[in-house]
Nanobody, 114 residues
Framework: QVQLVESGGGLVQAGGSLRLSCAASLSTFSISSMAWYRQTPGKQRELVARISNGDSTDYADSVQGRFIISRDNAKNTVYLQMNSLKFEDTAVYYC????????WGQGTQVTVAS
């Protein structure tokens, strides 16, 4: 059974930083493309950042230049470094595999106090 377990969420002041981690129990982690999504109540889940198995990355316009996605294949872990956090970054953040199969974590709450 594949499990994605996020950690690192919490409460932070605007302008601060957080680092999310996602540990995957996935034998094919090194060939999987990974992503972080976020969702706020009443809104659709949106893609925040993704990283391919070749370490290519791309970001939502709203986080470009502030967030960094990375991976450590030796630890089966993907990270999201979030800097210069804004109130509007408040959401539940989800880790997901997006290729070759789609799996989701349970989410971790990030709250940015203005």
């Amino acid at each position: 059974q594949v499990q994605l377990v996020e950690s690192g969420g919490g409460l932070v002041q605007a302008g601060g930083s957080l680092r999310l981690s996602c540990a995957a129990s996935l034998s094919t982690f090194s060939i999987s493309s990974m992503a972080w999504y976020r969702q706020t109540p009443g809104k659709q889940r949106e893609l925040v950042a993704r990283i391919s198995n070749g370490d290519s990355t791309d970001y939502a316009d709203s986080v470009q230049g502030r967030f960094i996605i990375s991976r450590d294949n030796a630890k089966n872990t993907v990270y999201l470094q979030m800097n210069s956090l804004k109130f509007e970054d408040t959401a539940v953040y989800y880790c997901a595999t997006i290729y070759p199969k789609n799996y989701w974590g349970q989410g971790t709450q990030v709250t940015v106090a203005s």
